[in-house]
C-alpha cells in the first residue's frame, strides 16, 4: 500500500517541478475540507443523482484556483491548481480507504467460519486500482491534446483518478455498491 501511495507522491514531485515557472503567482492551496464539504452535500442530495452531483465537485476548485491567480503562466497555473486539487481528493480517498480497511477487518471477524474475507480482496482491489490508474495517467501524459502540456493532462489524470475512487470508496462506506 505504501509503495502504490508512494508512486502516486514521486509522480506528484515530478509535476511539481514544472511548477517553478508558478513561483511568481500568489499561492494556492486547494483545501481537502471544501472538497469534502461539496462531496457531502451532493451524497446527502436525494439518492438518484447523488453520485453525479459529487461527480459534478471534481474540478470545481481547479476552477476556483484558476481564477485566483492572476499572474503566472496559464499553463503553470494549471498544473499548480490541477495539483492542488489532486491532493485534496487523494487525501480524501487515502482516509476512506482507511476506514473501509477498518470495516472491512470488523465484517471479518464477524463472519461465520469458511466465509471469504472481504480485507483481502479490498486490499488487492486497491493495489490494482493503482497500478491502473498508473498506466492510465501514463498514457494520457503520452497523448495529450492539441495546446495541452503534458504535465497538465497527467495532473488531470491523477486529480480525476484519485476523485473517482474516493467517490466509489465513500459509496462503499455507505453500503452502497455502485
Known amino acids: ?16 517541478a514544472s511548477l517553478a515557472e508558478a513561483r511568481d503567482s500568489p499561492e494556492f492551496k486547494v483545501s481537502d475540507a471544501v472538497v469534502l464539504r461539496c462531496v457531502e ?61 477498518v470495516e472491512m477487518t470488523k465484517e471479518d471477524k464477524n463472519r461465520p467460519n469458511g466465509a471469504q474475507p472481504a480485507l483481502p480482496a479490498l486490499q488487492r482491489t486497491h493495489e490494482l486500482w493503482q497500478q491502473a490508474a498508473a498506466e492510465d495517467c501514463v498514457f494520457a501524459r503520452l497523448r495529450p491534446a492539441e495546446a495541452t502540456i503534458q504535465s497538465e ?26
Open 1 to 16: 500500500m505504501r509503495r502504490s501511495w508512494s508512486l502516486a507522491g514521486i509522480l506528484c514531485l515530478a509535476m511539481s
Open 41 to 101: 452535500t451532493a451524497e446527502r442530495s436525494t439518492a438518484d443523482r447523488g453520485d453525479e452531483e459529487a461527480r459534478d465537485c471534481i474540478g470545481r476548485e481547479t476552477a476556483t484556483c484558476l481564477g485566483a491567480l492572476v499572474s503566472g503562466s496559464s499553463s503553470a497555473n494549471a498544473l499548480h491548481c490541477t495539483s492542488s486539487e489532486m491532493a485534496a481528493w487523494q487525501e480524501i480517498a487515502k482516509k476512506a480507504y482507511a476506514a473501509l480497511l
Open 153 to 178: 493532462t497527467a495532473a488531470r489524470c491523477w486529480r480525476d483518478k484519485h476523485a473517482e475512487r474516493a467517490l466509489l470508496y465513500r459509496r462503499w462506506l455507505r453500503g452502497q455498491t455502485y
